[in-house]
């Protein structure tokens, strides 16, 4: 008989979703910071580009700003907004 060796995070990523999808917030926020596992993902993909190209800031900041990327990761995508932000400007 073979054994299904599952990883801890994982397991928590699964109760994340879990409490994402059934609209746990308190539950989710609370897991979340007390393991340290993120599980770094949005609603969806589409809306939130689409967000970016029309320059919806009030849309895009709170999102991106619960994705837990490491600090590189971070100034890149936020000087890409910016410059996206900044040609916007120019053009309209």
């Not at 580009?49 to 895009?60: F, N």
């Not at 619960?66 to 410059?83: A, E, F, G, H, T």
Request: charged share 20%; aromatic share 8%; net charge positive.
């Amino acid at each position: 008989m073979s054994t299904l060796e599952i990883e801890a995070r994982d397991v928590i990523k699964i109760v994340l979703q879990f409490c994402k999808e059934n609209s746990l917030h308190q539950t989710f926020q609370t897991l979340q910071n007390e393991c340290q596992v993120s599980l770094n993902t949005m609603d969806s993909v589409e809306t939130f580009v689409a967000d970016i190209i029309s320059g919806r800031w009030d849309a895009i900041l709170p999102q991106f700003s619960q994705l837990k990327l490491p600090r590189i990761n971070w100034k890149i995508y936020m000087s890409r907004l910016i410059m996206t932000q900044q040609k916007r400007s120019v053009v309209c």
